[in-house]
């Protein structure tokens, strides 16, 4: 990482004093002054008893904690994921966002502008807006839930433009911190509903990674496979939607793209699928989720399955994968900002791409649909000529084959985008 030049430094400190030590995890002169404004901001919302100076004890204070790389989102302890504020701790990962340098924009704004997960889930609840034929009550199934925004921000943004459909959400997750996180912004999130009576969500433990058959012992009894814990909820079998943000990012990967800020405050596991007992590639590793899901989207007979995934490489794996099942009608590909328009695919390497691609911006999420979801989502059946050298799918259904030989896996779900 470059040094920050002694001039940038000094024209921090004519500013703010306490402005040279932001720049270190900002990078930006325009970054840092937005978080002291939002640092100072907090210490005036919850140290409103206190005198001058110890307001001015507790800023630097907060400041110091910030220059260490301490993510900014756990000390003011939330999170803007698209309209909803989530609520954030330490062992739970949070809602990754890029922050833009525009000055003088609230956080809500500057948060909303490069969210590339809550963009993936904003844009499929629009595409369902003006959907026909939607069930009384559609069903969304969220596998690695973390902090629970994905579920939670999809029934914000179809609700706010349907009043012809109830949900039912249901978020699964390994960890149980993660689980009391996202109970405590589903309430949240119900004091400022304005859709009261037209949804119900719940959360609830699971392992997407255990094996039904032959994983039988204590702990899986405790977070048992994610069909498995349905039948014991007494949840519907079947649903509608499966969205998915889980651990993506290979061991190389890990190293190569996060920050300090994150490998230091954020749990690696939420990140790095565990190694699996048999050899495995660097990118199989970070991979090792997606069949799994892929199967219990199978199981539960899901109409639109949405993954998010770290780039277009794995993107294309995940696609592929996919494919193999011959089940869905169609597979598409979205980048960060997938409702707009499409990046030149030479100026990317993706002209002879086999599956569409879809926004602008690098390869962010996984769209595969069929049956009911096709009609939904205003899509068509691909063929060989509209994908070039993708065949007809069927929906004829192989058997549902789990792997066996992955380790239990132990961190809370990641819902980022670096």
């Keep these: 990482m470059p040094r920050i030049p002694t001039s940038l430094l000094r024209k921090a400190r004519v500013i703010d004093p306490l402005l040279p030590a932001l720049l270190a995890p900002c990078r930006d002169l325009r970054a840092a002054q937005n978080e002291l404004r939002w640092l100072r901001e907090h ?10 100076k110890e307001k001015s004890a507790l800023l630097r204070d907060l400041v110091k904690q910030r220059s260490s790389g301490k993510p900014l989102q756990h000390i003011l302890g939330t999170e803007y994921f698209g309209d909803l504020e989530i609520r954030c701790r330490h062992d739970v990962l949070i809602p990754r966002f890029v922050l833009c340098s525009i000055p003088y924009l609230s956080r809500v704004c500057l948060t909303r502008r490069r969210q590339e997960t809550a963009a993936s889930v904003i844009h499929l609840a629009h595409l369902l807006h003006r ?17 629970g925004c994905m579920p939670l921000l999809f029934q914000h943004e179809l609700l706010s433009s349907r009043d012809d459909v109830r949900l039912r959400l ?16 589903l309430k949240r999130v119900r004091k400022r509903d304005h859709h009261a009576g037209r949804w119900k969500a719940e959360f609830t433990l699971a392992d997407v990674l255990v094996d039904p058959v032959s994983d039988q012992t204590v702990e899986t009894l ?58 495995c590639t660097d990118a199989e590793q970070g991979d090792l989720f997606y069949p799994n899901i892929l199967n219990i989207a199978q199981g539960i007979e899901a109409k639109i399955l949405l993954l998010e995934v770290a780039d277009f490489d794995q993107a294309l794996r995940v696609g592929r994968m996919a494919k193999r099942l011959e089940i869905f009608d169609g597979i598409e590909i979205w980048r960060d900002e997938p409702d707009q328009g499409s990046d030149s ?13 879809s926004g602008s911006g690098n390869g962010r999420s996984v769209l595969c649909w069929r049956g009911a979801g096709t009609r939904w989502l205003g899509k068509s059946i691909q063929t060989e000529a509209s ?25 809370t779900f990641p819902g980022i985008s670096f």
Excluded at 224 to 253: K, M
Excluded at 345 to 357: I, N, R, S
């Design 170 to 185: 249901l978020g699964v997750d390994i960890a149980v911190n993660a689980i009391q996180l996202a109970e405590h912004n």
């Design 222 to 279: 405790r977070t048992p496979h994610p069909r498995v814990a349905l039948n014991r909820q007494r949840e519907p079998p079947f649903w509608d939607i499966l969205i998915s943000n889980p651990p993506y990012i290979s061991p190389s990967g890990y190293w190569r793209t996060t920050t300090r800020s994150v490998r230091g405050f954020e749990p690696k596991l939420a990140l790095v699928p565990p190694l699996p007992t048999k050899a």
């Design 43 to 52: 210490v005036e919302k919850d140290a409103k008893t206190r005198t001058t």
């Design 131 to 147: 959907a026909e034929g939607l069930p009384d009550e559609l069903r969304v199934l969220d596998l690695c839930t973390g902090t």
């Design 345 to 357: 695919a030479e100026t990317h390497g993706e002209k002879d791409c086999e599956f569409p691609v």
């Design 387 to 411: 994908t070039q050298s993708l065949p007809i799918f069927s929906h004829r259904s192989p058997p549902i084959i789990f792997k066996r030989d992955i380790p239990r896996y132990s961190a």
